[in-house]
């Protein structure tokens, strides 16, 4: 009679069980390190923007001008969109440039201008850090983990799974294609959405006007 090998010759650490205390952990530390973090704002975007680009520069002065309206800055601490956040925090002089970083099989660099680092295994923890200490959203262009992000939290808040929240993107050009198809065809074609639902959703090119919508919206909820 063939042996079947009992489920404890196998190696403990690689197992759900382990795995789900090393999440524990995570969870524990995260919360530890940002619960002092009181009104922050994150800002998503891809980590391949250039520093000549249009978006880079967008988002180190609303960067910039929220740090100095009293929010402190969160991104997910790599190159591009999010060095140019944390380069416009820092530069203000004022509150918490925060960068929560995560390991990747390519692994992605922390900019040099984060005053708070976290670093994270799962993209599942790092999201919920995102969302729990976030006051605002603001999405600069990015590829599939920006949309990743814009999409998740736009979906916490329209099941009210968090506080109301305002979500901003940044980039007329690069996004109004896709607000579009969202009203034509989710909204108005197959209305997979409800009517309204886009209307979480703020759009603009102007740094100023961001920090505008954000500081009436934050204040009128608290």
């Known amino acids: 009679m063939q042996s079947v090998d009992h489920p404890l010759d196998e190696d403990f650490r690689n197992m759900d069980p382990w795995r789900m205390f090393r999440i524990m952990a995570e969870f524990v530390?995260?919360?530890?390190?940002?619960?002092?973090?009181?009104?922050?704002?994150?800002?998503?975007?891809?980590?391949?923007?250039?520093?000549?680009?249009?978006?880079?520069?967008?988002?180190?002065?609303?960067?910039?001008?929220?740090?100095m309206a009293g929010y402190n800055v969160i991104t997910g601490g790599g190159g591009g969109i999010m060095e140019a956040a944390n380069r416009g925090a820092k530069e203000s002089g004022c509150g918490t440039t925060v960068g929560l970083n995560i390991d990747l099989p390519f692994e992605q660099k922390a900019n040099p201008y984060i005053q708070k680092m976290l670093t994270f295994r799962y993209f599942f923890v790092r999201k919920v850090m995102f969302s729990k200490y976030s006051k605002a959203i603001i999405t600069m262009p990015g590829g599939f983990g920006t949309l990743d992000e814009f999409f998740e939290n736009?979906?916490?808040?329209?099941?009210?799974?968090?506080?109301?929240?305002?979500?901003?993107?940044?980039?007329?050009?690069?996004?109004?294609?896709?607000?579009?198809?969202?009203?034509?065809?989710?909204e108005i074609g197959e209305k997979t959405i409800s009517p309204g639902d886009l209307d979480l959703v703020y759009i603009t090119d102007s740094p100023e006007d961001a920090v505008s919508y954000i500081n009436s919206k934050i204040h009128r909820h608290s």
């Open 154 to 186: 736009l979906t916490l808040v329209q099941t009210k799974k968090v506080p109301p929240t305002p979500i901003v993107l940044m980039g007329r050009d690069y996004w109004q294609g896709m607000l579009d198809w969202i009203e034509k065809t989710m």
């Open 29 to 67: 530390d995260g919360f530890e390190q940002m619960t002092r973090l009181e009104v922050g704002v994150s800002i998503f975007g891809s980590a391949r923007t250039p520093e000549d680009n249009k978006y880079y520069k967008m988002a180190r002065e609303v960067a910039k001008l929220l740090s």
